[in-house]
């Protein structure tokens, strides 16, 4: 299967999704984090703002924020086209960018080599554990030279698609956290 093939399929199965069952997923993925987190007791952890047709990040990240974890979430760099992450708390106010996707106004970045995960979004993933996002890149582009974070991905069972063909560019997973196991 190819990329725009599987966008489509996975949009397909987003719609299918009831209120009900995204907020027990949500819960769900919420218990797995927790508890992959407590297990390699990581310090600095970065997360996304979810869009609609993503697994849910807000539990996630609200428990992020009122841990003892140090929390990031990414920004755009508007000169070089990739990701920063700045360190996030209660007080830290949002404005959306260019991609209509919300991100910290805070100055206060991390190095990319210092972060111990990335909770990654991503529309499909296959057998090798390649991420396929949205199609900006944005995430392969930022860690193309950076193999230190753990990344971790958010999926619902029917992003799985075996035979999705990827480009060696395309991120590796370390870990998939679905709705019913984790990977």
């Known amino acids: 299967m190819n990329k725009t093939e ?14 009900s069952s995204k907020s027990r997923q949500e819960k769900v993925h919420l218990d797995f984090i927790k508890n992959h987190l407590e297990k390699k007791n990581f310090s600095h952890v970065a997360s996304y703002m979810s869009l609609p047709y993503e697994v849910s990040t807000e539990k996630i990240n609200k428990f992020l924020i ?19 992450f700045a360190l996030c708390n209660k007080k830290t106010q949002f404005r959306k960018n260019s991609l209509n996707i919300l991100e910290p ?28 996002g949205f199609g900006g890149g944005f995430y ?32 590796k997973l370390d870990t998939v956290f679905t709705n019913k196991q984790l990977l």
């Open 6 to 19: 599987a966008r489509d399929l996975i949009s397909k199965g987003f719609k299918s999704l009831t209120v």
């Open 66 to 84: 009122n841990s003892k974890t140090h929390f990031y979430l990414p920004k755009i760099n508007p000169i070089s086209n990739i990701l920063e």
């Open 105 to 132: 106004i805070s100055e206060e970045t991390i190095q990319l080599e210092e972060l111990n995960a990335v909770i990654v979004p991503l529309r499909a993933f296959n057998k090798n554990f390649q991420r396929l």
């Open 140 to 171: 392969d582009k930022t860690f193309s030279r950076v193999s230190q974070p753990e990344f971790i991905g958010l999926a619902y069972e029917f992003q799985f698609i075996k035979k999705l063909k990827l480009e060696d560019y395309d991120l």
